[in-house]
Nanobody, 118 residues
Framework: QVQLVESGGGLVQPGGSLKLSCAASGLIFRFFDMGWYRQAPGKQRESVAI???????NYVDSVKGRFTVSRDNAKNIVYLQMNSLKPEDTAVYYC????????????WGHGTQVTVSS
């Protein structure tokens, strides 16, 4: 079965950096658009960064210039490099995989906590 396993979360001070990883298995990784989403307490889950199977990238405005999404199709891993972290980035970060030609086919990881606090 499909598994998406996130890692790299933790506690970091404002201005610090973290790199999240999502290792995928049980799917043909290169056929999937990969995304990072986050959900803060009391808020709806939001899309943070998407990298499509073709390599196109989109970010939510609040992270542009600070976060970088990338993928390694040979290793079946998608990354999210997060720099200049702010307290408002605190959330559970989830990895998502959507089949590029049928977005109804999608899978979620269990999430990793990112806390930005002094």
């Amino acid at each position: 079965q499909v598994q998406l396993v996130e890692s790299g979360g933790g506690l970091v001070q404002p201005g610090g950096s973290l790199k999240l990883s999502c290792a995928a298995s049980g799917l043909i990784f290169r056929f999937f658009d990969m995304g990072w989403y986050r959900q803060a307490p009391g808020k709806q889950r939001e899309s943070v960064a998407i990298i499509t199977s073709g390599g196109s990238i989109n970010y939510v405005d609040s992270v542009k210039g600070r976060f970088t999404v990338s993928r390694d199709n040979a290793k079946n891993i998608v990354y999210l490099q997060m720099n200049s972290l702010k307290p408002e980035d605190t959330a559970v970060y989830y990895c998502n995989a959507k089949l590029s030609w049928d977005q109804q086919v999608n899978h979620w990881g269990h999430g990793t906590q990112v806390t930005v606090s002094s």
